[in-house]
């Protein structure tokens, strides 16, 4: 039997695990759920426990693991020191060094949204690229930065926030970060609602977005721009605006080969680059036109897939 | 005798070379003409004698090269090939492979401002950090973006090319690369001017500005608002306000411990962070408002220190 190696991935609800060959072919894929009480000090430990016995019930001997890599919903820098994850109770805390004597095997962390982006790069829709910029278009907007195959975790590990990048000086709403005009506040999922909201206010024009009051979803949106309804496409190049200029700028410091795009609202699929393209083409630098966009492949099992990936290198 | 390492930056009109030590302490520094002629076909020859002559002069043989790094004009990628040197007269062409056989020992080459910020971290205004962002504040606006010690060229070698992020939608004159509303347009040495120039022709408030004309400088500009002449303050104000939203925006991908600035402008001195740091404060996500600024320290000789480290990793 050759190595493995196991990627986690730590949620708010549940942790998915993954028990990978060096290749990266997928061997167990489990959950557990995340345990919160406590300030969350059970998780490392359940995830100990969970992927020691996966690992004798396959027949495997602590010798045989490579590493255990883990991705958590927190700004972890390269030391894989996290600095707070509201959502599972911890504050400061080295995950490497907590969890690597509970599992007897070297470990490495990363953000949650880096190392999907890692993923991404990996088995993806980045596969065969060495220098990725990966968007999380969802509740929030997330990115991983990936430059000659490594990620950019930051000083304070906040690399890849990208979110979080102003791209409207006359906002007046805060995002959640403080900030207001972030890119998150109209390309998330969140953030299209509110923009379709906004427009349907403006003023009485028709649109079947009317009929959904205020249940409107993201995809309700996407659904009527296929449907050519006006100011669904309206909404939808007010997106694209926003997400193309943003990372035209992401790519004057990063000058990926590709974007890929992940996240709930990627399920509108290829159409959204119908809106991104023309915006990112007008507004990035010349040398760095050429990228290319993909959505993102591996859809929740891309931090398990990038767990695995940060230990192998 | 111990290994040694040369570090060369191609300018226009010269080429500065430099050999080192291992641990980086300059043991000779040198310039040679940049022939132009021909295409530029002369140069990487020219440099190539003058390394293997400075090399026998000082009694090393080749085997105690540990390599040449070599700065250059232009997009470099991580395989060393520059895509087009206007200044040079070159088109495509792969430095490292043109010039290994030519000194019989490895080559690395990269962009003539992302090597002189491998130069600042290593020697200069970075010493000490692993992420760290470079600005050159010449006639342009360059970058270097270093990711835990290492340079992120870019796929197209455009990696650290902040001098074109967009920062002002409203502007409609041209930056150099056919854009409007570049950083480069309002924080190079140019810039600075224009800006200046700008808010003179706007009304006829008084300024000691005005008895320059046209023949008006940064450096002009800068004495004045040492001096307190409210309408330079008020240029330092625009200045620092783009700069510091620029570099806001850089932060959210590479998330630096330091902001080294260099080049023309920062001849000025700390004064300058009076202006650019509470822009930044303000534009800055949270996790990313711990950088600290720093003025560069090695001058032009940022990018022989830099190329050397190239080489030695």
Same mark, same amino acid.
């Given at each position: 039997?050759?190595?493995?190696?196991?990627?986690?991935?730590?949620?708010?609800?549940?942790?998915?695990?993954?028990?990978?060959?060096?290749?990266?072919?997928?061997?167990?894929?489990?959950?557990?759920?995340?345990?919160?009480?406590?300030?969350?000090?059970?998780?490392?430990?359940?995830?100990?426990?969970?992927?020691?016995?996966?690992?004798?019930?396959?027949?495997?001997?602590?010798?045989?693991?490579?590493?255990?890599?883990?991705?958590?919903?927190?700004?972890?820098?390269?030391?894989?020191?996290?600095?707070?994850?509201?959502?599972?109770?911890?504050?400061?805390l080295n995950i490497a060094e907590t969890l690597q004597p509970l599992v007897g095997v070297p470990v490495k962390a990363g953000n949650d949204a880096n190392v999907a982006?890692?993923?991404?790069?990996?088995?993806?829709?980045?596969?065969?690229?060495?220098?990725?910029?990966?968007?999380?278009?969802?509740?929030?907007?997330? =990115?991983?930065?990936?430059?000659?195959?490594? @990620?950019?975790?930051?000083? +304070?590990? !906040? %690399?890849?926030?990208?979110?979080?990048? $102003?791209?409207?000086?006359?906002?007046?709403?805060?995002?959640?970060?403080?900030?207001?005009?972030?890119?998150?506040?109209?390309?998330?999922?969140?953030?299209?609602?509110?923009?379709?909201?906004?427009?349907?206010?403006?003023?009485?024009?028709?649109?079947?977005?009317?009929?959904?009051?205020?249940?409107?979803?993201?995809?309700?949106?996407?659904?009527?721009?296929?449907?050519?309804?006006?100011?669904?496409?309206?909404?939808?190049?007010?997106?694209?605006?926003?997400?193309?200029?943003?990372?035209?700028?992401?790519?004057?410091?990063?000058?990926?080969?590709?974007?890929?795009?992940?996240?709930?609202?990627?399920?509108?699929?290829?159409?959204?680059?119908?809106?991104?393209?023309?915006?990112?083409?007008?507004?990035?630098?010349? =040398?760095?036109?050429?990228?290319?966009?993909? @959505?993102?492949?591996?859809? +929740?099992? !891309? %931090?398990?897939?990038?767990?695995?990936? $940060?230990?192998?290198?």
């Amino acid at each position: 039997m050759g190595k493995i190696v196991f990627g986690v991935d730590i949620g708010g609800t549940t942790v998915k695990l993954g028990m990978f060959d060096s290749q990266g072919t997928v061997l167990e894929k489990w959950e557990i759920p995340t345990v919160t009480e406590d300030h969350g000090s059970h998780i490392l430990k359940d995830i100990a426990d969970s992927v020691n016995e996966k690992r004798a019930a396959c027949g495997y001997a602590a010798e045989d693991v490579i590493g255990v890599g883990v991705g958590a919903p927190g700004p972890v820098d390269a030391a894989g020191l996290i600095y707070g994850a509201v959502n599972l109770g911890w504050g400061d805390l080295n995950i490497a060094e907590t969890l690597q004597p509970l599992v007897g095997v070297p470990v490495k962390a990363g953000n949650d949204a880096n190392v999907a982006a890692l993923g991404e790069m990996w088995k993806g829709g980045g596969r065969g690229c060495q220098d990725v910029v990966a968007v999380t278009l969802g509740t929030g907007v997330g =990115g991983g930065i990936i430059v000659n195959g490594s @990620l950019v975790a930051g000083f +304070n590990g !906040a %690399g890849g926030e990208i979110g979080h990048m $102003l791209v409207e000086e006359e906002e007046t709403e805060h995002c959640n970060c403080g900030l207001c005009g972030c890119l998150e506040q109209y390309a998330s999922a969140t953030g299209v609602v509110r923009l379709a909201k906004r427009r349907l206010a403006q003023d009485e024009a028709a649109s079947s977005l009317r009929s959904f009051g205020d249940a409107l979803t993201c995809k309700d949106v996407w659904d009527a721009v296929r449907e050519g309804d006006a100011l669904a496409v309206e909404i939808a190049q007010r997106f694209g605006y926003y997400l193309g200029k943003g990372l035209a700028a992401v790519a004057c410091v990063a000058n990926p080969e590709v974007f890929v795009i992940g996240g709930g609202v990627s399920k509108a699929g290829e159409i959204l680059f119908e809106y991104i393209e023309p915006s990112y083409q007008k507004y990035a630098f010349k =040398g760095c036109r050429k990228a290319r966009f993909q @959505l993102a492949e591996l859809g +929740n099992d !891309a %931090g398990i897939y990038g767990a695995a990936k $940060l230990v192998l290198g």
